[in-house]
């Protein structure tokens, strides 16, 4: 069964500190993944993609890592700061059927003064 | 600006009530979907469009409808509404290819009494 799991569930950090966010997926055949923010309320907000043969991406703070031999990937956070306070998506697509995405439930980041 | 429009933003209505929520896009992309999103659930779809007169289900297509007559608008129909249809809708849409990006609307809180 296609899947995606995200851990934590949830994450408290102070401002300034690093965290990381992990997602395990058992999609195949594997398309590419993508990670969200999503601000509490809002739609979802694309930070990176990343296909197969791709190792790491960054955008500005934010740098995922892909390993598609054990199909694990990790988004990084440097120097969080209180607007990166939301929840994160991991979502991974299938190149089975046209336009399947297969979506985590996400990690609920806080940040901290 | 390249956005995606969903109306209303919020809704609350009776069960059994006729109600249509509507997605608009100016970005001119083929693929078009539709998504709920419950608590501990994450993101599933319902349905989604890859052109014009061209709709295919999701994953929890009972009790939805939807119509692409427009390349720009993807309505979301529900004929006869159910409590269990209480949730938060988004829209999305993208160029379609494996890598593009999908951009989603702010959403629209349904309440379904």
């Known amino acids: 069964k296609n899947q995606v799991e995200q851990s934590p569930q949830s994450l408290i950090i102070l401002e300034g500190k690093n965290c990381t966010l992990q997602c395990n997926y058992t999609v195949s055949p594997f398309s590419n993944l993508r990670w969200y923010k999503q601000d509490t309320g809002r739609g979802p907000v694309s930070l990176t993609i990343m296909t197969f043969s791709e190792n790491t991406k960054s955008n500005g703070r934010y740098t995922a890592t892909l390993d598609a031999d054990t199909k694990q990937s990790s988004l990084h956070i440097t120097a969080s700061q209180l607007s990166d306070s939301a929840s994160y998506i991991c979502?991974?697509?299938?190149?089975?059927?046209?336009?399947?995405?297969?979506f985590g439930t996400g990690t609920r980041l806080k940040v901290l003064a | 600006e390249a956005q995606v429009t969903q109306n209303p933003r919020y809704l609350i209505t009776v069960t059994g009530k006729k109600l249509t929520v509507t997605c608009s896009q100016n970005?001119?992309?083929?693929?078009m979907s539709w998504y709920r999103q419950d608590p501990g659930l994450g993101l599933r779809q319902i349905y989604y469009s890859m052109n014009v007169e061209v709709t295919d289900k999701g994953d929890v297509p009972e009790g939805y409808k939807v119509s692409r007559k427009e390349k720009r608008n993807f309505p979301l129909i529900l004929e006869s509404p159910s409590p269990n249809q209480t949730s938060l809708y988004f829209c999305?849409?993208?160029?379609?290819?494996?890598?593009?990006?999908?951009?989603f609307g702010q959403g629209t809180r349904l309440t379904v009494v």
């Open positions: 979502v991974v697509r299938s190149t089975s059927g046209t336009y399947k995405y297969i």
């Open positions: 970005m001119n992309h083929e693929y």
């Open positions: 999305a849409s993208s160029l379609g290819g494996p890598g593009t990006e999908a951009f």
